[in-house]
């Protein structure tokens, strides 16, 4: 040991710069090492998410290691003394080491500027659908719908959206501007049936239930038309008829608020059960297999 500790004396005596260069870069990592641990620190009791703690314990281990590199090459090498070289490669290693946080700000920006949605509004980004209820600089949250619930009805789950992803998946926006969707309901009659007169009934209850959609959706498409070209000339719930293979179908097409698409359609489907139980030549229709027996034309010859 007294044999090793000559050495390195007498290679600090011999060698001042190269020696203060050493332990400059000790010290340089230990700081960088310590800043790190005290940021994962901040971090995890910030942040109670498992999934948000691993992702920025492993960013702060990119920035510590990029900084770590730049900082020991500027000691070492003398050619990165610059201070502009020195902050174009700083701001390079970070937009690397926080690429997705670095997206995730672009877009709450972008989510403020551009406001494709506001907290409230019901949207489908990509797979996720539901009402946002939330928006914050990294993620927006939004309270599910669909999924394996029908009639797009809450689901229960929260779910969280990186801001990023406003601009890698289409955004459909239910409610901004203009506040009714288009929906459509199929009710299949038999061919026995009077076509004509069920579609007559048809039109009658939707025009019971839904006109009062109507004005209002014609003042909220004016405003929107300012900012968009929209153009609806029918805003009234329509019935068309087509034919399908178990029946004639005849749809109900009409406007409706979004978060009552369900009550509106159980409304309207309990009136046509009514209406239908009260008419003896109007049956509703579904797939059915008839069997026709040839009679047996054989004739016993003598």
């Known amino acids: 040991m007294q044999d090793y500790s000559n050495q390195i004396q007498e290679f600090v005596q011999n060698s001042p710069a190269l020696s203060y260069k050493i332990f400059l870069t000790v010290a340089v990592i230990f700081v960088i090492w310590a800043l790190r641990l005290m940021a994962i620190r901040i971090v995890n009791r910030q942040l109670p998410e498992a999934e948000d703690q691993y992702?920025?314990?492993?960013?702060?281990?990119?920035?510590?290691?990029?900084l770590g590199f730049l900082i020991v090459g500027r000691i070492w090498f003398e050619g990165l003394q610059s201070i502009a070289t020195f902050l174009g490669l700083l701001s390079a290693g970070l937009a690397i080491a926080l690429r997705d946080p670095v997206s995730?700000?672009?877009?709450w920006l972008f989510i403020l500027w551009r406001k494709p949605f506001e907290v409230g509004d019901r949207i489908q980004l990509g797979d996720v659908k539901g009402d946002v209820i939330d928006t914050r600089i990294f993620k927006f949250?939004?309270?599910?719908i669909g999924n394996w619930?029908?009639?797009?009805?809450?689901?229960g789950r929260v779910v969280h959206?990186?801001?990023?992803?406003?601009f890698n998946e289409p955004l459909a926006n239910y409610t901004?501007?203009?506040e009714f969707i288009w929906n459509e309901m199929q009710v299949l009659v038999t061919f026995e049936s009077d076509w004509s007169k069920a579609k007559k009934l048809l039109q009658d209850i939707a025009d019971k239930h839904l006109n009062q959609f109507a004005d209002e959706a014609q003042r909220q498409v004016q405003r929107a038309q300012k900012a968009y070209l929209i153009h609806y000339k029918h805003l009234t719930p329509i019935v068309y008829t087509d034919v399908?293979?178990?029946?004639i179908c005849l749809t109900i097409r009409?406007?409706?608020n979004p978060r009552r698409r369900r009550s509106t359609s159980e409304a309207l489907w309990e009136d046509i059960l009514n209406t239908f139980d009260q008419h003896d030549d109007i049956d509703l229709a579904y797939p059915t297999m008839r069997i026709y027996k040839e009679p047996n034309t054989n004739k016993n010859q003598e």
Do not use: C, M
Not at 149 to 155: A, E, G, N
């Open 149 to 155: 619930v029908r009639s797009d009805q809450s689901t």
């Open 141 to 144: 949250t939004v309270l599910e």
């Open 161 to 166: 959206v990186p801001n990023h992803e406003v």
């Open 176 to 178: 901004s501007d203009f």
């Open 55 to 66: 992702r920025w314990r492993k960013n702060l281990t990119y920035i510590s290691v990029f």
């Open 254 to 256: 009409h406007l409706t």
């Open 244 to 247: 399908q293979d178990s029946g």
């Open 104 to 107: 995730d700000l672009a877009g």
